[in-house]
Structures are given as structure tokens and as C-alpha cells.
T-cell receptor, first 113, second 115 residues
Framework: GDSVTQMEGPVTLSEEAFLTINCTYT??????LFWYVQYPGEGLQLLLK?????DKGSNKGFEATYRKETTSFHLEKGSVQVSDSAVYFC????????????FGTGTKLQVIP | DAGITQSPRHKVTETGTPVTLRCHQT?????MYWYRQDPGHGLRLIHY???????DKGEVSDGYSVSRSKTEDFLLTLESATSSQTSVYFC??????????????FGPGTRLTVL
């Protein structure tokens, strides 16, 4: 079946460090890919998305590029802030279904001053 | 923001009791979902709805039922709660009208503890 694999957390970084959270996927079709973020005590919210190969999603300084050849969608940010501390989920949706999302297990990021 | 509220936000109950969680939306999106979030598992789909009275099972539906009698409300019922159902439950919705892969909007979650 379809699946999403994320790097294990937690990830602890100092403020202004470079962030990479790896995400790879397995899908029977041609998915759209998403990164969601969950701040403490809240629900998930969309961070960015990409719907076809080589698309780059970006938002709030975060970026991820849809790499079909490596089935990956790694999340990057050049300079993290304390306010970026959250749990990040990689996810995919396949066309033709009832918009059912397959989520990764989440990666907790902690940024220290 | 698709205006999702969940109630209650926190609940403690005992094994064997029935529990109903409510999800209410203000945007009248067609598709609604119930997920549970557990450490090491991310979010897993319990049930979803693609219209009033139209529902289907997700990957972890055993022990749960849902109902959708109005567009705005999606209820999740634990028929007889067990400790394995202790979790955080999220409701979500989406509307396909804008394209095939729209984002899902999530509610704030309900933390359920079954003793």
C-alpha cells in the first residue's frame, strides 16, 4: 500500500541553523505531496504542497521539492527560529480517492535559543 | 481555515462506556474525516464521509462508528471504549471543488483518556 517514511525525531537545532527533514514515499499512482505542521496543543495546518514532479512548494521560509526519481519530498529551511518548534508531518494524496491522506509518523523539531 | 470545532476538547471515561465526539464545521465542505494521533503512528484515518449519510471506513475503524445527518456535523462514536482507544482525535474537512488535491483543514483535537 501507500506509505510515507520520515526521519525519526526529535531533531534539536540551535536558532539560525539549517534544517532538513527527510521524507520518502511509496505510492501506486502519482501522488500530490504535502508538509503539515502541528504546533503544541493545536491541530495540523498545511505548510506547503507540490502536485507534480519537480514542483517546489514554499512557505514561511520552508521549501520542499517533489523528486519523482528518488520518491522524496525533503523539507528544508535555511535558518530556523524558536517559533518553528513543532511537529512536522509529510503526507501524500493520490488522485481518484476521497481525498484520503496518508501521513508519515511526524518529526518533532525543537529549536533552542 | 475551514471553521472546525470539536467537542469536547478533553474527556476522561471508563472502559466499557460509550463515547461520542462531535465535529462541527461552518464552511459546509463536502468531505469530512476522523483521525486518531498516537506516538509513533502519525495520524491514522478512522472513518470518512463524502456527503450527508455517506460514510466509509478508514484503516483503523474497528470499535468506532460515525454518523453524518447534516453537512455541518460529523459524529464519532466509540461503542464501548477500551484503553487502546486512548488517543488524540482530530476531525478534518476538505472541498474538492477547487481542484483534485486540496488541503485538509483540521480541528483543534479531542484528547480522550479511557481508564
Amino acid at each position: 500500500g501507500d506509505s510515507v517514511t520520515q526521519m525519526e525525531g526529535p531533531v534539536t537545532l540551535s536558532e539560525e541553523a539549517f534544517l532538513t527533514i527527510n521524507c520518502t514515499y511509496t505510492a501506486t499512482g502519482y501522488p500530490s505531496l504535502f508538509w503539515y505542521v502541528q504546533y503544541p496543543g493545536e491541530g495540523l495546518q498545511l505548510l506547503l504542497k507540490a502536485t507534480k514532479a519537480d514542483d517546489k512548494g514554499s512557505n514561511k521560509g520552508f521549501e520542499a521539492t517533489y523528486r519523482k526519481e528518488t520518491t522524496s519530498f525533503h523539507l528544508e529551511k535555511g535558518s530556523v527560529q524558536v517559533s518553528d518548534s513543532a511537529v512536522y508531518f509529510c503526507a501524500l494524496i493520490l488522485a481518484g480517492g476521497y481525498q484520503k491522506v496518508t501521513f508519515g509518523t511526524g518529526t518533532k523539531l525543537q529549536v533552542i535559543p | 481555515d475551514a471553521g472546525i470545532t470539536q467537542s469536547p476538547r478533553h474527556k476522561v471515561t471508563e472502559t466499557g462506556t460509550p463515547v461520542t465526539l462531535r465535529c462541527h464545521q461552518t464552511e459546509n465542505h463536502r468531505y469530512m474525516y476522523w483521525y486518531r494521533q498516537d506516538p509513533g503512528h502519525g495520524l491514522r484515518l478512522i472513518h470518512y464521509s463524502y456527503g450527508v449519510k455517506d460514510t466509509d471506513k478508514g484503516e483503523v475503524s474497528d470499535g468506532y462508528s460515525v454518523s453524518r445527518s447534516k453537512t455541518e456535523d460529523f459524529l464519532l462514536t466509540l461503542e464501548s471504549a477500551t484503553s487502546s482507544q486512548t488517543s488524540v482525535y482530530f476531525c478534518a474537512n476538505t472541498e474538492i471543488a477547487g481542484g483534485p488535491h486540496n488541503e485538509q483543514f483540521f480541528g483543534p483535537g479531542t484528547r480522550l483518556t479511557v481508564l
